[in-house]
């Protein structure tokens, strides 16, 4: 991942949107790879500061390996406007020296009171070769039997793999608060998911040209099944994909997404701020 996120952080920022009227979360960012600094740098504060300018006033910050999550919840100690998560990514699980010792220090830091999720975790068959796979479903399991233990939503990160992990999730039981990050299935999988109370979470992939069956899929989803995120640095919404995504993009997204659902964009905004305090808590 390394290698892709330094490809990401000499991008150009996307210009600021028209501010919303109601203010919402952004439910997945990686603000470390935008600012490449301490959690507590001025950087980070202007990264929070041009979000709040354009009505988004929280952040999860997501954790995708042991190092990284630590900065996690550094950067929610420092900023009262920001959550965390924590967890091994699934590209990063199956090549880590010692899984047993990261996964040790992900349960330690899920205990930490400002820790609201753990993930992103899940399955990866497009970066993970076959041999690799068995060792990223069984750090799956252990993420997925850590967010039960603790009473934390679980925040998936699932691509080429639906199938796989949904078969997953019910095997093991999925937790209360399921999440999928930056859904990237079509409309049978939302059908599926919404059945069994999963949230479906929507990123800039959503504008992108190439991607008719997510907006077939977003129509389909209740409202309280519904969170928006910008998986920050990545996947910037159109008309500005490519360039360095921020938690700031946020409004083009839900705009995007008012329209293809017909609903009124101040009420959208609203349900996906209530859910995201009914799933990881208040930030304050």
């Not at 199956?94 to 996964?103: G, M, R, S, W, Y």
């Not at 008309?239 to 921020?246: A, C, E, F, Q």
Request: charged share 25%; with cysteine.
């Amino acid at each position: 991942m390394a290698d892709r996120h330094n490809r990401d952080i000499d991008r150009q920022p996307a210009p600021l949107p028209e501010p919303l009227n109601v203010m919402c979360v952004d439910a997945h960012a990686h603000i470390e790879i935008v600012t490449n600094t301490a959690p507590d740098a001025p950087e980070v504060g202007r990264v929070l500061d041009q979000a709040k300018s354009v009505g988004i006033d929280r952040i999860v910050q997501v954790g995708y390996s042991a190092e990284q999550s630590e900065w996690c919840v550094k950067m929610a100690e420092s900023w009262p406007n920001v959550l965390a998560a924590v967890a091994l990514h699934p590209n990063e699980a199956p090549v880590v020296a010692d899984l047993e010792a990261d996964l040790a220090i992900i349960e330690r830091l899920a205990n930490h009171p400002r820790v609201r999720a753990i993930g992103e975790t899940g399955l990866d068959f497009f970066r993970t070769e076959p041999e690799l796979q068995e060792r990223q479903k069984y750090s799956f399991r252990r993420h997925i039997a850590l967010a039960k233990s603790v009473n934390k939503a679980l925040v998936i990160h699932d691509r080429d793999a639906h199938r796989d992990v949904l078969d997953v999730l019910t095997e093991e039981g999925a937790p209360e608060k399921t999440i999928f990050h930056c859904y990237s299935g079509d409309a049978d999988m939302a059908r599926e998911c919404i059945e069994k109370g999963y949230i479906l979470s929507f990123a800039g992939t959503l504008t992108f040209k190439n991607a008719p069956a997510l907006r077939d899929a977003v129509k389909l989803v209740p409202l309280d099944q519904l969170l928006v995120e910008t998986d920050s640095p990545f996947l910037a919404p159109m008309p500005h994909r490519g360039s360095l995504n921020t938690p700031a993009q946020i409004p083009t997204i839900l705009r995007f997404m008012a329209q293809e659902r017909g609903e009124d964009l101040d009420t959208l905004a609203a349900a996906i701020s209530n859910n995201c305090e009914r799933l990881f808590g208040s930030f304050a």
